[in-house]
């Protein structure tokens, strides 16, 4: 005597409602995914636009709190000249010893701050080998759009807001005289989205106020 089963396939309906519901689920997976990614990247971008804006806005405020004067220019011994103006500074900072005491008066170096690219560099030039602070050139942020210094100008007893290309070229207000620096410097970071369609942004756009504390 044998034992027979019978069994019974799935109907075209059972598939299509079996198809519907793998569907549904993969969809719904993959805003998940996608909606994470965002969300990472976003935070991700954030956080480095970040970090790049408060190195660059801490370096930028030392060195200009140390510096004696900004000045117009410092001429390289190679092809490079460094000028002062709406997007660029030169700063005379006292120099110091490698073992960290100050030099006799009139020993300088300089520091430049400049934007190429989306980079921002600083310069540093010694008033001669062996101090602490060594011949430089190294980009100390990222993603920046632009970089700007200005100053107030006190002239006929109102304040008013200008580069500092203004103080280069204006006699009456000269850039020796400047002792406080409004520093500007926007920075944006964009990753392309997952499905290409389109770009993620992060920005920042820190302001900051700096004296010369040297002067």
């Known amino acids: 005597m044998s034992l027979r089963k019978n069994g019974r396939g799935l109907s075209l309906i059972e598939l299509q409602v079996s198809a519907a519901i793998a569907l549904i689920t993969l969809l719904a997976a993959a805003c998940l995914y996608i909606f994470y990614w965002r969300t990472f990247v976003i935070g991700n971008n954030m956080l480095d636009v970040y970090s790049n804006?408060?190195?660059?806005?801490?370096?930028?405020?030392?060195?200009?709190?140390?510096?004696?004067?900004?000045?117009?220019?410092?001429?390289?011994?190679?092809?490079?000249?460094?000028q002062t103006s709406d997007n660029v500074i030169v700063l005379k900072v006292p120099s110091v010893s490698a073992a960290g005491s100050m030099l006799a008066t009139g020993c300088n170096d300089h520091i430049i701050y400049m934007v190429q690219g989306s980079n921002l560099?600083?310069?540093?030039?010694?008033?001669?080998?062996?101090?602490?602070?060594?011949?430089?050139?190294?980009?100390?942020?990222r993603y920046c759009g632009v970089l700007s210094f200005s100053a107030v100008s006190k002239s006929g007893g109102t304040d008013t807001m200008h580069g500092l290309s203004y103080f280069v070229n204006n006699g009456s207000d000269p850039l020796s005289a400047v002792n406080y620096v409004f520093v500007y410097l926007p920075l944006n970071k964009s990753t392309i989205s997952l499905s290409g369609s389109g770009t993620h942004t992060a920005s920042i756009a820190p302001t900051t106020i700096v004296r010369l504390r040297n002067k």
């Open 121 to 141: 560099y600083q310069i540093i030039k010694p008033y001669s080998a062996g101090l602490m602070r060594k011949d430089t050139n190294r980009i100390v942020a």
């Open 53 to 82: 804006s408060r190195v660059a806005i801490a370096l930028i405020s030392r060195d200009v709190r140390s510096a004696t004067q900004i000045v117009e220019q410092y001429p390289d011994t190679g092809t490079a000249l460094y």
